[in-house]
């Protein structure tokens, strides 16, 4: 396989996480529109669940299938970043996320953007900050807030707390991406001091 193959299958899998971005938004769209709420957040749900499926396929399959390329690498954080930030901009513009646990939600976000401006910076110095296993396991943990969360009032009518345990994982998630940020920032810091 060529080395910057972008068609190949992990780099599409990569282009329809973020296509799976707007096919949410849309979900939330017709929440607003529809009488039935309950479907719009099952279809958000079932897409978002596919998306995160991909992610974890994409880097697995580039790597043991050797087809890691210079687009999948750059497209890669791009798509979970604007998953992401799509579906929690949602959430608290419906209400599923409000008054304190909006915090969380800025916290994860800001994070988000901190890394990305220093990832980006230590790229032209040549300097590459490795992901640590708490920052995978924290978007682990991440992911299935925000699933819980998808569900939220539609999740509650099968097991009445899906809409806390979301808002708890959100929580843990970032208290976690506290940490990790600071992680970062700092290992990135020396180099920008320098």
Request: charge should be positive.
């Amino acid at each position: 396989m060529h080395k910057n193959n972008a068609y190949s299958l992990p780099n599409l899998l990569t282009y329809a996480r973020i296509v799976a971005v707007p096919l949410v938004v849309v979900c939330f769209f017709l929440e607003g529109r529809l009488q039935s709420s309950d479907s719009a957040r099952w279809g958000a749900l079932a897409i978002f669940v596919t998306a995160s499926i991909t992610d974890f396929l994409d880097g697995y399959l580039a790597r043991i299938w050797k087809q890691t390329s210079t687009i999948g690498r750059m497209l890669d954080p791009i798509a979970d970043k604007l998953l992401v930030s799509a579906c929690l901009l949602l959430l608290a513009a419906d209400g599923t996320i409000a008054g304190w646990s909006l915090w969380a939600a800025i916290i994860i976000l800001c994070r988000e953007i901190l890394v990305s401006g220093l990832r980006e910076y230590l790229a032209e110095l040549k300097v590459s900050v490795p992901v640590s296993q708490l920052a995978k396991w924290k978007t682990t943990i991440q992911m299935i807030a925000i699933a819980f969360l998808l569900a939220g009032p539609a999740g509650d009518q099968i097991v009445p707390i899906i809409t806390i345990s979301g808002i708890i994982l959100l929580w843990i998630a970032a208290l976690i991406t506290l940490y990790t940020g600071w992680d970062y920032f700092r290992a990135g810091l020396k180099h920008v001091v320098d």
